[in-house]
């Protein structure tokens, strides 16, 4: 701090940097408190999402060891690789407090294969119900997706935060106030030096 000029105009930028640093820290602050809340609000969402594919899950399973039982493991594993695997999944971006996150816009497969080959019903509702699985294995992997990128912002912005509060306002603070004295000082110098020389005209 010893090379901090002692002026008006050096007490005025100093000024108006805390003041930047103040808001900047507010803003900080509030952008924390929004992604903290996204990310406890995702991290519920997922929790809700894990059950209910579960739930699903269990009921294609149970649906998939029925059809096993009428159509035998080598039928059905030769009608899964005859089928169709192919699916269109389209994205796009939502934009949160300056983090972009991937948003599924629609899921589309080339087609349905219920009835297939003959196959019996047990396999097409087996099917219907893992198919229907999809959307929600995706939504679960754009969530978890969203949860770790909530997660890194807020680490990064819990940083800058700190940063500020912690390191920059203190020292600005601890610039404004030298210099605020350093001008005292001189101002009483000043004083000193006029009144002696008024002392000595009137002398």
């Keep these: 701090m010893a090379d901090v ?14 003041k930047l640093a103040n808001k900047g820290h507010k803003l900080l602050k509030q952008k924390t408190d929004v992604l903290v809340l996204e990310f406890f609000n995702t991290l519920r969402e997922i929790k809700k999402l894990r059950i209910e594919i579960g739930t699903k899950l269990y009921q294609a399973e149970e649906a998939l060891i029925r059809a096993q039982s009428i159509e035998g493991e080598a039928n059905i594993d030769s009608i899964i690789d005859s089928s169709c695997k192919e699916f269109d999944v389209e994205f796009e971006n939502r934009t949160l407090m300056g983090v972009r996150f991937p948003e599924i816009k ?18 097409d509702q087996a099917t219907a119900l893992y198919r229907k699985l999809l959307p929600h294995l995706l939504e679960l992997a754009k969530k978890q997706l969203m949860l770790k990128k909530l997660g890194e912002e807020i680490k990064k912005t819990k940083r800058r935060v700190n940063s500020l509060e912690f390191l920059m306002i203190p020292n600005i603070k601890k610039t404004k106030k030298i210099i605020s004295l350093k001008l005292e000082e ?8 006029l009144k002696n020389i008024k002392k ?4």
Excluded: V
């Excluded at 008006?8 to 000024?15: D, V």
């Excluded at 001189?186 to 030096?193: A, D, G, I």
């Excluded at 000595?200 to 002398?203: A, C, G, I, L, W």
């Design 5 to 18: 000029k002692a002026t008006r105009m050096e007490l005025l930028n100093t000024k108006k940097k805390l």
């Design 106 to 123: 629609s899921i589309r497969s080339s087609s349905e294969h219920f009835g297939y080959h003959g196959q019996s019903l047990e396999l």
């Design 186 to 193: 001189l101002e009483r110098e000043s004083f000193t030096r």
């Design 200 to 203: 000595k005209q009137q002398s």
